[in-house]
């Protein structure tokens, strides 16, 4: 929170009382204080007192964000726990956000992973997970999403023009 003292007198009294959060990056201005709590910003005049949240809204978010209806999600295989966690993990959020989840198998097999990819073009997600595992076919893979003009995250394997998370995520 902040504090203020008088110098005359040396009293301290608080200005702020934020329950839940701690101010930081306080930053003094000619009229104002410009600080944080918790995720938001705040303006403390300094003439009255008063705190306000400040409103940031930066002008190309609403017009370049495409609302995710439909993510298509390419599994590596479901032999093993960690495909598994990932698959169940995806389900789970994309039920929690109302995201319909087009999910394939693709069997650790290079040959099932651009068919799955073909299907999932046809489904016309919004976006694709893809997690396959030979770098080889991650070319081929992510050229066919990128004709679709479809976003692709790629799980391990770097992909060509996608967004990649892999180990050091």
């Not at 599994?75 to 726990?81: H, L, V």
């Amino acid at each position: 929170n902040i504090w203020a003292r008088s110098r005359a007198t040396g009293a301290v009294r608080q200005i702020t009382d934020f329950q839940d959060y701690d101010v930081t990056t306080p930053s003094l201005g000619p009229t104002d204080i410009v600080f944080v709590a918790g995720d938001r910003l705040h303006l403390l005049n300094l003439a009255t007192n008063a705190v306000s949240e400040v409103s940031v809204q930066v002008v190309t978010d609403r017009s370049t964000l495409k609302e995710i209806a439909r993510l298509g999600y390419a599994a590596q295989g479901t032999d093993y726990q960690f495909s598994k966690e990932i698959s169940d993990g995806l389900q789970r959020a994309a039920a929690a956000q109302g995201i319909e989840l087009i999910s394939v198998d693709n069997r650790y097999s290079p040959k099932i992973a651009q068919r799955n990819a073909d299907v999932l073009v046809r489904e016309k997600v919004d976006l694709v997970i893809e997690f396959q595992t030979d770098e080889h076919v991650a070319p081929i893979v992510a050229a066919k999403y990128r004709e679709a003009n479809i976003p692709l995250i790629a799980i391990e394997i770097p992909h060509p023009g996608a967004t990649y998370f892999g180990a050091n995520n």
